[in-house]
């Protein structure tokens, strides 16, 4: 019995309205294989996914970005001209992929203007051509469309110091530490202390008078945190603690409040509650790196030989597999598979920003194991990252 008409018209209406969304499910099954290449760094299998997620959803800005993420991987993972040159100092083959990101992600945000993200990666690829103009524009819309994010306002802040704009880069600073003390602990802010050491600490001072006035305004257990982070680092010991308590009493499940406690318990002295307040942070955040760094140095101390391998290995372990710091965002942004690699550029700019506990690991490992010369060659670790730009050195 053959079919009716009006059968045959409504299964094929069905099938036409269903076609984009098969279309749209194996063009995110694509991405994910992206994801999984680039992690393995099979950046042509990586390119030949994102190419065919494309052609199934051609309109989907977010496939653009990473599409010029990919072609970004081959760039060097550090700038090598200075901000005031005006010409660009790569490669032919490199100029050209830089070329091809450049032109992806600017489709991407005719698609989407307010992807932070593609604003923040396209300025360095405009940086590393030549056009500093365009390069400051789309850090300054990075910096306008997501505020909150650190890190695009410490790539802004390079740019600015760099290129002679000393206030611009320094008010840049102080919004990133404002946002996210931790940066203090990072190598970029070791090195900018090294070069700048007043304006380093007049940075943390300004973060600090502005937290203590929007805390008179009200209490706030996020800037209680934040405080007591930066009366951390001014060694101001028993306002860091009472800020750092003040945070935990109202949030207790606040990671890195219990891992500031723990240095503060550290620095005078009290090993045992250092490492309750460590085992805290790690009970609550398995990620971080720091807690491990500390248990491990405190066994070492201690002669605690197999404690102290224990936690040194998971401390380089946990450090090496930071999570991406712009991921957020763009999880937020897009529906679709989370994010799950780096999506910054220089590609380096996620480690230089983010608080190191290789060197410090990877030194007591090679305290425990003289003979292995691998620990000892690892040991400047921190200190051997790029700077993401080469004048920041």
């Not at 760094?41 to 990473?66: C, H, M, Q, V």
């Not at 700038?79 to 032109?103: F, G, H, I, M, N």
């Not at 109202?250 to 009290?270: A, I, K, Y």
Request: aromatic share 8%.
């Amino acid at each position: 019995m053959s079919m009716k008409p009006v059968t045959i018209a409504v299964a094929a209406i069905v099938l036409i309205l269903q076609w984009p969304m098969l279309n749209y499910e194996r063009a995110d099954a694509k991405l994910s294989e992206f994801y999984s290449q680039v992690a393995g760094a099979k950046f042509g299998d990586a390119r030949e996914s994102i190419d065919e997620a494309i052609r199934l959803w051609p309109s989907n800005a977010r496939y653009y970005t990473w599409r010029a993420y990919g072609t970004s991987q081959s760039l060097p993972s550090q700038c090598p001209r200075r901000s005031k040159s005006a010409e660009s100092a790569l490669s032919a083959s490199d100029q050209q992929a830089t070329q091809e990101a450049v032109a992806d992600y600017r489709h991407a945000l005719e698609l989407n203007s307010r992807d932070a993200v593609a604003h923040h990666n396209l300025g360095w690829l405009e940086h590393l051509l030549g056009d500093d103009s365009a390069a400051a524009k789309d850090w300054q819309q990075s910096t306008e469309i997501d505020p909150e994010n650190a890190v695009f306002h410490l790539s802004y802040g390079m740019f600015l110091q760099e290129s002679g704009n000393a206030e611009g880069g320094t008010a840049q600073y102080e919004m990133a530490i404002e946002l996210s003390p931790s940066i203090l602990d990072s190598p970029f802010f070791t090195r900018y202390r090294i070069r700048f050491p007043e304006a380093a600490d007049s940075v943390v001072a300004h973060c600090i008078a502005r937290i203590e006035s929007r805390l008179q305004q009200g209490s706030d257990p996020i800037l209680e945190a934040r405080l007591g982070k930066l009366y951390l680092y001014s060694g101001n010991l028993q306002q860091s603690t009472q800020s750092l308590e003040a945070a935990a009493l109202q949030l207790p499940n606040l990671p890195l409040v219990w891992l500031n406690l723990g240095e503060v318990h550290r620095m005078q002295g009290d090993s045992d509650q250092a490492v309750i307040c460590y085992k805290r942070a790690s009970t609550i955040d398995a990620s971080l790196a720091q807690p491990y760094l500390r248990m491990g140095e405190i066994s070492l101390r201690n002669g605690q030989k197999s404690d102290a391998v224990r936690d040194l290995t998971r401390a380089v372990q946990k450090w090496q597999h930071v999570n991406p710091i712009t991921a957020a965002h763009n999880n937020r942004l897009y529906v679709g598979p989370r994010q799950t690699i780096d999506d910054l550029l220089p590609t380096t700019l996620v480690w230089y920003v983010t608080p190191c506990a290789a060197s410090g690991a990877w030194r007591g490992l090679s305290e425990l194991y003289p003979q292995r010369l691998e620990y000892a060659k690892r040991t400047a670790t921190c200190d051997e990252l790029p700077a993401p730009h080469a004048g920041l050195e």
